[in-house]
């Protein structure tokens, strides 16, 4: 089995990040255009080969600042080269549990296809949590969860360990890191055939 890290290195060495961006978008774009407009902190973790950190920087995040987070250096290496332009968006490289972040608080903390190759998967929503400025939002993004069956094989097909969930267990992860008025819906959209992508949101509460 090899590493999250050794794998999107492989990836981003292939092909950037571009076939993700392809299968992902469609749906991706239905979560983050119901943003609202903020001057505040974005953080994006798993950013790929930047398409959704550069629709946030472009558009809510315009007069903020945007962070990005990958575990691997292929990804943020394509990332900078499409957003090295932008002085308000900041990239690094490093695993989400052991990171420094270079801001205090997010108002809006995003991944896709992230948190089931954390080892802790609770570890990564309750430091999601702690990141999250008062009335932030948390939104995890998942193909890989128990009730989507024609991705379990993922884990051998892509050779890394993954963290199975069902969509209960996402509720109850993201209760008890301490957000509220979680919500999760089923998004389709594109030509991916790895059945509907499961999105959960929670918010930090005001005060």
Same mark, same amino acid.
């Given at each position: 089995?090899?590493?999250?890290?050794?794998?999107?290195?492989?990836?981003?060495?292939?092909?950037?990040?571009s076939?993700?961006?392809?299968?992902?978008?469609?749906?991706?774009?239905?979560?983050?255009?119901?943003?609202?407009?903020?001057?505040?902190?974005?953080?994006?973790?798993?950013?790929?080969?930047?398409?959704?950190l550069?629709?946030?920087?472009?558009?809510?995040?315009?007069?903020?600042?945007?962070?990005?987070?990958?575990?691997?250096?292929?990804?943020?290496?394509?990332?900078?080269?499409?957003?090295?332009?932008?002085?308000?968006?900041?990239?690094?490289?490093?695993?989400?549990?052991?990171?420094?972040?270079?801001?205090?608080?997010?108002?809006?903390?995003?991944?896709?296809?992230?948190? %089931?190759?954390?080892?802790?998967?609770? !570890? *990564? +929503?309750?430091?999601?949590?702690?990141? @999250?400025? $008062? &009335? =932030?939002?948390?939104?995890?993004?998942?193909?890989?969860?128990?009730?989507?069956?024609?991705t379990?094989d993922?884990p051998?097909?892509?050779?890394?360990?993954?963290?199975?969930?069902?969509?209960?267990? %996402?509720?109850?992860?993201?209760?008890? !890191? *301490? +957000?509220?008025?979680?919500?999760?819906? @089923?998004? $389709? &959209? =594109?030509?991916?055939?790895?059945?509907?992508?499961?999105?959960?949101?929670?918010?930090?509460?005001?005060?």
């Open positions: 089995m090899r590493s999250a890290q050794e794998v999107f290195d492989d990836w981003g060495q292939n092909d950037g990040g076939g993700m961006e392809t299968e992902h978008w469609p749906r991706v774009s239905q979560v983050l255009s119901r943003i609202a407009p903020s001057n505040g902190n974005y953080l994006e973790l798993g950013v790929g080969s930047g398409y959704a550069e629709n946030m920087a472009m558009h809510a995040f315009s007069g903020g600042h945007c962070y990005g987070l990958d575990i691997s250096d292929e990804m943020v290496k394509t990332c900078r080269k499409r957003l090295g332009h932008l002085e308000h968006v900041t990239l690094e490289a490093g695993d989400f549990l052991h990171w420094q972040p270079p801001a205090e608080h997010f108002d809006v903390i995003f991944s896709m296809e992230v948190f %089931y190759y954390f080892e802790d998967l609770q !570890a *990564g +929503l309750n430091k999601a949590f702690d990141l @999250l400025a $008062s &009335g =932030g939002e948390l939104l995890v993004m998942v193909d890989f969860y128990r009730e989507n069956s024609v379990h993922w051998e097909k892509v050779g890394t360990p993954m963290t199975l969930w069902s969509k209960s267990d %996402y509720v109850e992860g993201f209760t008890k !890191a *301490g +957000l509220v008025d979680v919500r999760q819906e @089923l998004i $389709s &959209g =594109g030509d991916s055939e790895h059945g509907p992508t499961l999105c959960t949101g929670g918010k930090r509460t005001s005060g």
